[in-house]
């Protein structure tokens, strides 16, 4: 069983290009969300999104944007990629709302250097 | 928005001592509270929750938390600590719009 599976698992990006991240779940969960990991900074949610077709914004969504394509995949994108935005990115998907379960299934990580 | 504070980004212990570690929450209604574990180069694992239920919340690993309204803390124990439990450890809790925030973490050290 795979989980969530992100793609690609490392990335290194010039200032100012654009790439996506990939995020699938294969458990049939309703609510996905996109966090960053800095040193010192524990998790920040990015975005996040309670069911198919919505998405909603998280503590440091400025520079991304994202896009929940079905029940399945949320991708998140950097536009122009800027410095700040060298980071370890995790996906996560839970069955319900975290005042539902509360239960948030990780993914690998992303690991995203901008140069 | 509701959040959590986490005292100390790094702790140590000794094997066989008590694990401790600190986390208080702001929330001006009940709060749903977590705690996460990561272990070196992975994605975070579901320790324990708080959902109201129960005050004493015991989790996987020999871990449990304690919910103190009184004191606004949700602090994780295990009485005796093992080489194997050294990892960060995350603190979060779900907002009314269901957004689970964490707090920045606290590594554990456990010492020979």
């Known amino acids: 069983n795979a989980g969530v599976t992100q793609t690609p698992k490392f990335q290194v990006l010039k200032t100012g290009q654009s790439m996506t991240l990939q995020c699938a779940q294969d458990m049939n969960h309703n609510s996905m969300y996109w966090y960053r990991q800095d040193p010192g900074m524990g998790l920040r949610l990015i975005y996040y999104s309670a069911s198919e077709g919505t998405t909603d914004k998280g503590e440091v969504p400025n520079g991304y944007n994202v896009s929940r394509l079905n029940k399945r995949e949320f991708s998140l994108r950097l536009e122009s990629a800027a410095p700040s935005q060298t980071s370890v990115y995790f996906c996560?998907?839970?069955?319900?709302?975290?005042?539902?379960?509360?239960?948030?299934?990780f993914g690998e990580g992303s690991r995203l250097t901008v140069l | 928005a509701q959040s959590v504070t986490q005292l100390g980004s790094h702790v140590s212990v000794s094997e066989g001592a008590l694990v401790l570690l600190r986390c208080n929450y702001s929330s001006s209604v009940p709060p749903y509270l977590f705690w996460y574990v990561q272990y070196p180069n992975q994605g975070l694992q579901l320790l324990l929750k708080y959902t109201s239920a129960a005050t004493l919340v015991k989790g996987i690993n020999g871990f449990e938390a304690e919910f103190k309204k009184s004191e606004t803390s949700f602090h994780l124990t295990k009485p005796s600590a093992h080489m194997s439990d050294a990892a960060e450890y995350f603190c979060a809790v779900a907002n009314r719009d269901d957004k689970i925030i964490f707090g920045k973490g606290t590594r554990l050290h456990i010492l020979p």
């Open positions: 996560a998907s839970s069955p319900q709302g975290g005042r539902s379960t509360g239960e948030l299934f």
